[in-house]
């Protein structure tokens, strides 16, 4: 269920079409063309989300080379405000999904497990511009978090165990504190007039 | 018998506060007991004692000169007794769960207060509004200001500010006008109290009191965002109260007829001012300190006194410009909060901690005490029923009104609305405190005919909020079933998460074209990390400033802490155990063993040796030796670098020099030092020995193909290893302690990745232990080797220190335990081959880590 109403779109649909220099589709460079992007440590994960099927709804794998308007107001949809009436199922299922789309971050191959290899790249490009810290430390940071993660979500492991990465179920519960259904929100979706539902 | 320590514990800090307080009060008790000192009669007693003393003709052994000390000794006495109230309510944990603390200090100074009544028949102490605002508020702003959560409190600002600038004009205006209107009425029979002198009552009555509500909402767990909207608008609306008072007393000074629209708009942009200037002190002194403290490097002793000193003379120079000395005061704190941390010294840091928490809490508790003996006075109890309940209730009923109008006017702009129930707490969580009494007390009896009225209602309004509503907030919290905070510890994962969480956002915000929260936050960011940082921190500490470096260190440190505990539980008997097992080599390798022998730093390198507690002779293992490569070294270097400065450092004994600037680490007294680096590496062997006794093959085989090295420890092998090591090395034992830092831990974060947390830890020493294999064979002349006179001495008495010093290894600074054993290692192989010991080496350190 999906809220977003004419309004937004009109917005969305405005920068679109700025993004694009008026074309149908955004690529890759577009977005690398935006400037204030330009010292987001992870911007390479951010515009590879927006060319992840994962992230359209349509059960979908695999990469895009290029977007249309539609598939850029769904990735946007990540981001809309919970609507003040939810039950609790609904709260739930927002939940996962913008979890989701955190996790598909994290998930490059798209097996649905985090691995350490995937993990630490995306540490370090996560700490890559903070300046302070150097590669190595990352590295250890991400090992470090990957060895807690295993300890919170298997507990005891026999020696010759192996934790394989994350699965999104061990996500879910490990990120249970974080309340990404009052966070996972931009503001320009929040002004909820007419509202359209797809 | 634990409780009884932390009495004792709290009693000992409660006695030296006293004696800093003291100090610090001392000019303030004139004032406190100006009605009571009656300064000729002491004036003249002291003349008496002065012309008794040169009347007699020897010298007097002992005088009793009470009045010499009379002030301060008071001063220190109420310290003492309000906090030996605090200890004994403290005491009972039943009972503070159901009424909050600061209630109960309240009551506990109705009984001190009618004990002093029933004494001297008239109440000599009460609470001055110069003590009150220059002794007793500032440390628990500052300390307020401290402690604010930053970032929480910047998002939640704009709420806040409405909340606490026009939600105070709200309630001081609505009281006032109510009160009179209700005057015109005659519902409170005949007062003399005019429009002006209602609404200065209601500006003094508008404030939430920060010191009551941090008592009260620190036991009621609320969420973060309902925590921050009534702490902070309690903060802010202090200095916007005090401002209003202010100005009110000066239209009442004024008098009616003179104030013309003029005066009102000077009123009002004084107003701003006021706030504005204040705030504005506040951060100019927060930057200074941060400033100070980036090089305060050679003075560490007096550094955390820099912040409490210039955090008072930011409160006393707002005070002197007739600026919002509260304002000031809390943005002094949270401007300097991050940059002083980043820069002191970690010891400086938790003094200011500790201090500023000590400080707080010992003048809340006085506070309150005396807001309690306040009460039992004669002289300004004014029964006026109208007045009293009618004053009650409209605060009550238009805080409602207020919190409500204004959160349903923020909710429209807010994208997480706060809930009906976060509202209702909002709103009762309105309390009254010392504030709205020392500015009632501080009003003018010549131009207010009912002043002790006044003074009388907002007595009963705070204890009616402190009391009633303190009592009746957890039940309420409860009922409501408000959100509460999560009280769990944060995980790196989520910090991580958290991290590039807001990456994403700001991405989106950036990709959609919005200028927005987010925005504005990363520009803020961005400016402060390659601006603010630069010029306020110092250079090694911008490094350590990192939030995801921070969990990364409390892990490090719990895994530490955790690693130790684990040794000592299965330590001592398991090395006793040991010495009779029988040990088998299997040389594979002993040729790259040798490498060792080049005092290497990284011990990246693997030797070989075979474990066996039980008497079967033993695992044999392949061993996976890597050469050390010039790359590789130089980031293990790195990773140790970063990481020996967060493990686990034993607590150094501090030598007692009698000098004030340093204070020292004990070097010479090699004696405790050795004993405990023995126990600890006893601990420490005997630990991974038992370990790697019961499951080393698999792991081994896991290991293959990492990078990281797996070694067999020898357990009985490196016991003796001690022994000897101990015995020849008795004068090397302090050099050793000086190195702290791990190696292991980096090799093991990086390498080991994810295989077994469970396990993880186990190996670590392993890559300690490199036994070099001729050791098995020297190891029985080894544990021959003559002892030094000390070594055997103490040596018999190692078990049992084991526990002795067990309590040593919990401090959190202490010399790491874990490469103790680094160092005899390397020193054990020179010394078997009857080399002078030589001296360690020296790692790289870090240089602003001090």
Known sequence: MQCISFEQIGVLHKRFKQLSHNEETLRRDHFNEIDDLAFNPIRAQIIEAFFDRRNFHQNGEGKVQEIGFEEFVVVMSHFRPPSAHMTEEQRGKTRREKLRFLFNMHDTDNDGIITLEEYRHVVEELLSRSGTLEKETAKCIADAAMLEVASISVGHMEPDEFYEGITFEHFLKLLERFEIESRMIIRFLNMDTTTLCK | ?850
């Not at chain 2, 030296?16 to 003249?44: D, F, N, P, Q």
């Open chain 2, 1 to 850: 018998m634990l409780r009884c320590g932390y009495a004792l514990f709290w009693l000992l800090e409660s006695v030296l506060l006293i004696c800093v307080v003291s100090s610090v009060k001392g000019e303030a008790v004139v004032t406190r007991e100006g009605s009571h000192l009656k300064l000729s009669e002491s004036s003249h007693s002291n003349e008496s004692q002065h012309g008794h003393s040169s009347n007699i003709t020897g010298i007097p052994i002992i005088s009793f000169k009470w009045h010499h000390v009379e002030t301060p000794y008071l001063v220190a006495f109420w310290v003492l007794v309000s906090f030996l109230g605090k200890l004994v309510i403290e005491a009972n944990h039943h009972v503070t769960s159901v009424i909050p603390e600061s209630a109960l200090l309240i009551c506990f100074g109705f009984i001190l207060g009618g004990m002093i009544w029933a004494a001297d028949k008239v109440q000599t102490f009460r609470l001055t509004p110069t003590v009150f605002f220059f002794y007793l508020l500032p440390q628990v702003i500052l300390d307020a200001g401290y402690h604010m959560p930053n970032k929480l409190f910047f998002t939640n600002l704009g709420g806040i500010l409405v909340h606490a600038v026009i939600g105070t004009c709200w309630n001081a205006a609505s009281l006032g006008l109510s009160l009179w209107g209700c005057q015109m009425g005659g519902a409170m029979g005949d007062l003399d109290i005019g429009l002006l002198q209602y609404l200065l009552f209601g500006s003094l009555m508008a404030a939430v009191d920060p010191v009551a509500v941090i008592a009260v909402f620190e036991q009621v767990h609320v969420n973060d965002v309902l925590f921050i909207m009534v702490f902070g608008e309690s903060l802010l609306n202090d200095g916007v109260t005090v401002v209003l008072f202010n100005v009110f007393d000066a239209f009442v000074s004024l008098g009616g007829p003179k104030i013309d629209a003029a005066e009102i708009i000077k009123g009002i942009v004084s107003f701003f001012v006021v706030a504005f200037g204040g705030s504005l002190v506040g951060l100019v002194f927060g930057l200074l300190i941060s400033l100070l403290t980036r090089c305060t490097k050679n003075i560490q002793i007096i550094e955390p006194g820099f912040i409490f000193v210039l955090g008072y003379l930011s409160y006393l120079t707002a005070e002197m410009l007739s600026l919002s000395a509260i304002l000031s005061i809390v943005f002094c704190g949270m401007c300097c909060q991050k940059y002083i941390n980043a820069n002191m010294d970690e010891n400086s840091v938790q003094t200011v901690r500790y201090a500023m928490k000590a400080f707080a809490n010992g003048s809340e508790t006085i506070i309150f005490v005396f807001l309690g003996i306040s009460a039992i006075d004669k002289v300004i109890w004014v029964w006026n029923t109208g007045f009293i309940l009618l004053t009650l209730l409209f605060v009550l009923v238009y805080r409602f009104i207020g919190v409500f109008f204004l959160t349903w006017i923020l909710n429209r702009y807010r994208l997480v609305p706060l809930e009906f129930v976060d509202q209702v707490i909002m709103s009762y969580g309105g309390l009254r405190g010392a504030v709205a009494y020392g500015l009632a007390v501080m009003l003018d009896e010549n131009k207010i005919k009912e002043k002790n009225l006044m003074v009388c209602t907002t007595l009963i309004v705070v204890y009616f909020t402190v009391i009633l509503q303190g009592i009746t907030m957890k039940p309420l919290v409860m009922w409501l079933k408000v959100k509460r905070a999560a009280v769990t510890e944060v995980s790196l994962l989520e910090k991580l998460t958290n991290k590039m969480f807001n990456h994403t956002l700001v991405a989106i915000e950036d990709i959609s074209g919005q200028i927005g929260h987010n925005y504005m936050r990363s520009k803020w960011k961005y400016f402060e990390e390659n601006w603010m940082s630069w010029i306020l921190m110092k250079p090694s500490a911008r490094k350590k400033q990192d939030q995801v470096f921070d969990v990364f260190h409390q892990l490090n440190l719990k895994d530490a802490m955790e690693y130790v505990t684990e040794g000592e539980r299965r330590g001592s008997l398991e090395f006793v155990r040991n010495e009779n097992s029988i040990i088998d080599f299997k040389k594979k390798s002993e040729s790259e063993s040798f490498d060792i022998n080049n005092t290497n730093m990284s011990n990246d390198h693997g030797a070989m040796s075979t474990t066996s507690r039980d008497p079967i002779p033993s695992v044999s293992l392949e061993m996976h030796e890597q050469i050390m490569k010039a790359v590789r070294e130089a980031e293990a270097i790195n990773a140790h670098h970063l990481l020996d400065q967060h493990l686990y450092k034993s607590r150094k004994q501090h030598r007692h020099r009698f000098s004030r600037s340093h204070f020292d680490i004990n070097r010479d007294e090699k004696e405790v030092q050795e004993i405990f680096q023995r126990t600890m590496r006893n601990r420490m062997k005997s630990f991974t020995s038992a370990k790697m006794g019961v499951k080393p093959p698999k792991t081994i085989v896991k290991h293959t193909q990492k990078e990281q090295q797996q070694k067999m420890p020898n357990g009985k092998s490196m016991d003796k290893a001690k022994t000897s090591y101990s015995g020849d090395e008795g004068s090397e034992g302090d050099s050793a302690s000086g190195y702290d830092q791990s190696y292991m831990r980096a090799t093991y974060r990086a390498g080991a990745g994810i295989e077994n947390p469970a396990f993880m830890p186990d190996l670590d020493p392993m890559d300690l232990l490199q036994i070099p294999p001729w050791l098995g064979e020297s190891e029985l002349d080894s544990s021959m080797v003559a002892l030094s006179h000390r070594a055997q001495v103490d040596l018999p008495r190692t078990p049992s220190n084991l526990r002795r010093l067990a309590p040593l290894r919990i401090s959190t600074r202490s010399t790491d335990s874990f490469t103790l054993e680094n160092i005899p290692d390397t020193q054990q192989m020179d010394s078997d081959q009857l080399q002078p010991p030589p001296p360690p080496p020296r790692p790289p350190r870090d240089d602003g880590y001090v």
